[in-house]
Structure formats: C-alpha cells, structure tokens
C-alpha cells in the first residue's frame, strides 16, 4: 500500500539550532511529496513538494527538505529554528488519479 | 486570491442527528477533496472530486456519509445519522486538478457530537 510513516510524534528543539523533522514513504513507481504545516485552529497550508529533479526542495518560511530514493526518505529541515516553527507538520505523498495521503504528523515544539 | 472557505466553523449536534458541512473551493480548481482529522492524528481522505464526479469515495462511511458537488464548484458533505466516533475537523482542500500540484485547504469544521 501506498503510504507515507512519520516515526516520532514529537520533536523538541531550541531556538536557533537545526531541526530536522523525519518522513519515510512506500509508493511504487515515482513518489510526488509533499509538506503541509498546521497551526492550532488553522487548516493546513503548504510547505513544499518535490516532483522530480534536485533532491534538495526549498520551501516557505526557510523550510527545505531532501529526497532520498536510496533511503525512501523526505526529511524537512531547517537550519535555524524559531519558536513560531512550533506546530504540527504533515507529511504526504500523492501518487496516480492526485490521491492525497497523510501521515500521522509531527509535533514541533521549539524552546527559548 | 480567496483561499478554500468551510462553514460553519464549529458545530455541536447529538448523536442520531444530522448536519451538513459546505466548502466552497478556489477558484478554477477542478479537484475538491474532504478530509476527516481526528484528533491527534493525519487528515484521512473521504472523497475526491474531479469537476463533479466522483474519483475516490474509497473510504467514505456511505451508510451515513454523503457528498455533493453539482455544478463542479461548491461542495457538501452530509453525516446521518451522526456517532459520536465521527467527531473531528473536518477539511476541504482543492487543487487545480493536475496530479503535480498542491492542495489548498480550508480552516476546517470542527464537529462535536455529544
């Protein structure tokens, strides 16, 4: 089945370090990625996706994220955190007829 | 450019009952998806709209979840009668349709079924 796995439920970090937030994915043939941020009380908005080409997608708000085919990974990073990053990340992947599927997503919670 | 809209915002109904959920999509966008997000986890797809037809219902509850969209614009989606597992946001994203392109979602409608 096609599917995408976010493997921790929470990602602790402190204002101006690097985070990196994990996604996995299993799709046969070409995977279209995507992430998705989602505040509290808000839908969910865009981050950026990857279609194909360079493996390293840069996004909104200085997120970027890199494919590995080898890996099966779609981590999204940022080298420098700030306390607005905290909220809930979604990972997704999409594959024939633009089926849209999510992970369980990420709680980012960046400290002082 | 006007984003996805949802109404109402929050609604609270008693088991047995039944309510009604509208979204209205961007513009030119011929894809419009519902999602159910249950707290604490991913938005989970219910069904796909390409214009007016249906693509995937795979996972829509069809004893009591229904949807609509006629003309190919707006959207609703009906419970009934509601449970109180189906408690949650529920979400309406659109995209211009093409496999390769991002979904735009609404803020949501939170139901509570009490």
């Known amino acids: 089945a096609q599917s995408v796995a976010q493997p921790e439920d929470q990602v602790n970090v402190a204002e101006g370090n690097p985070l990196t937030v994990k996604c996995t994915y299993s799709v046969s043939g070409n995977p279209y990625l995507f992430w998705y941020v989602q505040y509290p009380n808000r839908g969910l908005q865009f981050l950026l996706k990857y279609i194909t080409g360079d493996n390293l997608v840069k996004g909104s708000y200085g997120f970027e994220a890199e494919f590995n085919k080898s890996q099966t990974s779609f981590h999204l990073k940022k080298p420098s955190a700030l306390v607005s990053d905290s909220a809930l990340y979604f990972c997704?992947?999409?594959?024939?007829?633009?089926?849209?599927?999510f992970g369980t997503g990420t709680r980012l919670q960046v400290t002082l | 450019e006007a984003g996805v809209a949802q109404s109402p915002r929050y609604k609270i109904i008693e088991k047995r009952q039944s309510v009604a959920f509208w979204c209205n999509p961007i513009?030119?966008?011929?894809?419009l998806y519902w999602y159910q997000q249950i707290l604490g986890q991913g938005p989970k797809l219910l069904i796909q709209f390409q214009n007016n037809g249906v693509v995937d219902d795979s996972q829509l509850p069809k004893d009591r979840f229904s949807a609509e969209r006629l003309k190919g614009v707006d959207s609703t989606l009906k419970i009934q009668p509601a449970k109180l597992e189906d408690s949650a946001v529920y979400l309406c994203a659109s995209s211009l349709g093409r496999t390769l392109e991002e979904a735009f979602f609404g803020q949501g409608t939170r139901l509570t079924v009490v």
């Open positions: 997704a992947v999409k594959w024939t007829a633009s089926k849209l599927t």
């Open positions: 513009s030119g966008h011929a894809t």
